[in-house]
């Protein structure tokens, strides 16, 4: 299966202007770290399950049901292997003590939700958010547990049992469910789900674009750390488990989507538990800020050097 490369570029354009439009919205206070709270609800807890619920209740049943256990095995190796590698390249950065077990977090946790969901969706069709679906059940369980760890600094993982059990994990467990049941949903219903999960990407840029525009650009770009942490996240990562998978998965879109998903930016969780646990904000920022903007040329890249034929 080719991907249309140009399509993909163009779609990554489209999200960096709407990332620019929320951007704007926050240095004119149109939006604010506040609005952006209740906006992250929104897409938590509807928009992105009802993105996940329909992906399994309306499109065809690509995957049988061994491949769908496939899948959520090799998610929870990949996610064993990302933990494995962070603990290789903070030193090899040199990076100060106190803040290794953050670049740890940025090589492990990626954006999945809020911009995995959108652009695998342009890519692949709607059929291709319950790929996504199955990562982010995993994804869930690693950052509340190993995540919290690497963050909260004493040692201690505070798991909290909300955290595990949220909108997101129970909509993603029941597409698993359906997905397997091979159901089907009234037209009405799943046209609502469709409406409802439309709503998700404008909203998703716009927030990430606001919490951008309080970030000082002269911190930003003066971590020379954090574009070798880019290089490794938006390129290599993803390529060498591109090789490390293709004698594995023959099915094109499925391989395509966890390229996708490992090749994301940093996950826009990190800054939110790096102020929960006092850790570095601005580094936690700074982060998000560099992989997403440089995402949306390397994704494209990916797309164009792996799967243009």
């Known amino acids: 299966m080719q991907v249309d490369v140009t399509g993909v570029f163009r779609q990554m354009i489209i999200l960096f202007l709407l990332m620019a439009v929320g951007y704007i919205a926050g240095k004119t206070n149109v939006m604010s770290l506040s609005s952006n709270k209740n906006l992250s609800k929104i897409i938590n807890c509807i928009t992105n399950p009802c993105n996940v619920l329909y992906s399994a209740l309306c499109n065809d049943h690509a995957l049988s049901n061994g491949e769908v256990f496939q899948l959520l095995g090799i998610a929870a190796a990949l996610y064993i292997g990302l933990i494995v590698l962070a603990q290789i390249v903070p030193p090899l950065l040199r990076v100060k003590q106190e803040q290794r077990n953050q670049y740890k977090f940025m090589m492990i946790f990626s954006n999945i939700g809020y911009m995995g969901i ?8 709607s059929s291709a958010v319950f790929y996504i679906a199955i990562f982010i059940m995993v994804f869930n369980v ?12 004493d040692g201690k993982v505070k798991i909290r049992i909300s955290d595990l059990v949220s909108p997101m994990m129970v ?5 698993l469910i359906f997905y397997l049941m091979k159901a089907r949903a009234p037209v009405i219903l799943t046209d609502t789900l469709d409406t409802l ?3 998700t990407t404008p909203c998703a840029m716009l927030i990430v674009g606001c919490a951008l525009s309080t970030i000082p650009l002269r911190d930003v770009f003066s971590n020379w750390r954090l574009y070798f942490v880019s290089l490794f996240k938006l390129l290599i990562i993803p390529i060498a488990g591109y090789f490390l998978l293709r004698p594995i998965i023959t099915n094109e879109t499925v391989l395509g989507v966890i390229v996708a998903i490992l090749g994301m930016p940093v996950a826009t969780n990190f800054t939110m538990l790096s102020a929960q646990y006092d850790r570095d904000q601005k580094l936690a ?3 998000v800020f560099i992989t997403t903007l440089l995402s949306v040329g390397s994704i494209p890249l990916l797309m164009r050097l792996l799967f243009a034929g």
Do not use: D, M
């Open 118 to 125: 959108p652009v695998i969706s342009s890519i692949y069709g």
């Open 197 to 199: 999960g439309a709503v």
């Open 142 to 153: 690693v950052l509340f547990t190993y995540g919290v760890y690497l963050l909260c600094g």
């Open 285 to 287: 920022a700074a982060a």
């Open 171 to 175: 909509c993603s467990f029941l597409s």
